[in-house]
């Protein structure tokens, strides 16, 4: 596809259209919350190596000074959300359940920045390389929830030719509303990291993909992408999984990403809208990644929002932010419903790819059963990438993973849409997760 050709709202196949409930959260404007005492950052915040620790307990640290380097091409530094010292390295819950290890920054009240990095506000006359520098020194990764390092992302190998940046402001995973507010209140980030991206990517054509039900957001930034013709902004029919890479790509452009592909394979590179507003503060303030806006919300929750959230905060601090609960809980998600990771704590910290904080009331979690397969299709019809899921949750439930392999495991999003509509109540995502898990395993033992 040229890049002067019309782009159409296409459906990608499969996918359900659960209440989304973002009503709750929607209409308020993004929230500061007061500084913290402490706050706790998990080390590893980024998919590949993990950073490592620059400092050790008794140190004093500056807000946004560097505490821990990349620790290879595929990981990005840590910052000191607030100025103070270095309290303990421990080990806390993380988002998936898995003990992490996390380090302590003791506030010292003053919030006092270090010696910024350079600002490049005139970042259009700059080079390539600097600014892909930048992207990585400030500890960027994708906020959409997949954490991927954003300056690997945006270096595709030489061979692999891009010409459309895709950027996701779909937001179709139910409750989660940090996307749509951002896009309102923050729009010239958003186009402004947007361009940034395209220029390290040497490309011009940038699409913008927005789900129908975010009206203003659609309107705010058509009105601003006015300044750079190359901007499309398409709104798409209200779908998840619609915020996929994939289903997003032929949603945008008609290009089809085939089992096993990336992307880049059909000329796209994908970014989240959070993401570029993070670019933007990097390049043309010199802030590094230290909070993100994030969604708390549930029925159980008084004063639901959304917030910005240093890196460190305790889930129990985001909620006194929140008001606290005005009613019992029956389960606390990070993320989504569809695609986030329940909690057993509210010591779980905030991390670069949170992008919510769920409470449910306990008439809203559904209890599983976990009874036979009924063979009735309907996770087969809903699935997004096309999968035999029927099938996949038999030889998983049986420990047969050479099997699973052979049957495009691999390629299940996680989205939770077997899940969602199985009359039986199989917990299908969980042994589609045990499988990719024990899969993988088994190819690092084999290399």
């Not at 530094?77 to 302590?104: D, K, R, Y």
């Not at 891009?162 to 779909?170: M, S, Y």
């Not at 929002?305 to 009613?327: C, D, I, M, W, Y």
Request: positive net charge; charged residues 25%; contains cysteine.
């Amino acid at each position: 596809m040229k890049n002067n050709m019309p782009i159409h709202p296409k459906h990608f196949e499969g996918g359900i259209h659960p209440a989304d409930h973002k009503e709750l959260s929607a209409a308020g404007l993004i929230r500061n919350i007061p500084l913290l005492d402490k706050y706790t950052l998990v080390i590893q915040q980024n998919i590949g190596a993990p950073p490592k620790l620059n400092v050790q307990k008794g140190d004093t640290v500056l807000k946004g000074q560097k505490i821990a380097d990349a620790g290879g091409f595929v990981s990005v530094p840590l910052h000191a959300p607030t100025s103070g010292t270095i309290g303990e390295i421990l080990e806390i819950p993380g988002a998936n359940g898995a003990p992490v290890q996390a380090v302590e920054i003791i506030s010292d009240g003053k919030d006092e920045w270090c010696e910024p990095m350079t600002p490049y506000p005139n970042w259009r006359d700059q080079n390539r390389e600097l600014l892909l520098e930048r992207v990585r020194e400030a500890g960027i990764v994708g906020m959409g929830g997949a954490a991927f390092p954003t300056h690997a992302k945006l270096s595709p190998p030489p061979e692999k030719i891009i010409d459309t940046l895709v950027i996701n402001g779909a937001e179709c995973e139910p409750y989660l509303t940090a996307d749509d507010r951002l896009m309102r209140e923050y729009p010239e980030q958003v186009l402004t990291g947007a361009e940034i991206c395209a220029k390290i990517l040497r490309i011009s054509h940038i699409v913008i993909g927005i789900e129908e039900n975010k009206p203003d957001a659609i309107n705010i930034l058509r009105r601003k992408a006015k300044r750079n013709r190359n901007i499309q902004i398409i709104p798409l029919h209200v779908r998840y999984p619609q915020g996929g890479e994939k289903q997003l790509i032929y949603a945008l452009t008609g290009r089809k990403v085939v089992a096993g592909g990336l992307p880049m394979d059909v000329g796209c590179v994908v970014q989240n809208v959070g993401t570029l507003k993070a670019i933007a503060d990097a390049v043309t303030e010199g802030r590094p990644l230290i909070e993100r806006i994030v969604t708390v919300t549930g029925t159980p929750v008084k004063d639901t929002g959304n917030f910005h959230l240093r890196l460190g905060t305790p889930v129990e601090k985001a909620l006194e932010a929140a008001g606290g609960l005005q009613s019992p809980v029956g389960k606390l998600i990070l993320g989504g419903p569809m695609m986030g990771f329940a909690q057993s704590s509210l010591k779980v910290s905030v991390s670069k790819n949170t992008s919510g904080i769920l409470f449910l009331a306990n008439d809203e979690v559904r209890q599983f059963e976990a009874g036979p397969c009924l063979s009735c299709g309907r996770c087969v019809d809903a699935c997004p990438m096309r999968l035999l899921v029927s099938t996949l949750s038999k030889v998983c439930e049986n420990e047969r993973y050479d099997l699973a392999e052979e049957n495009y495991v691999l390629s299940c999003l996680e989205c939770g849409i077997c899940t969602y509509v199985c009359p039986a109540g199989r917990p299908n995502v969980q042994h589609f997760r045990r499988a990719k898990a024990e899969i993988n395993e088994k190819r690092r033992k084999n290399k």
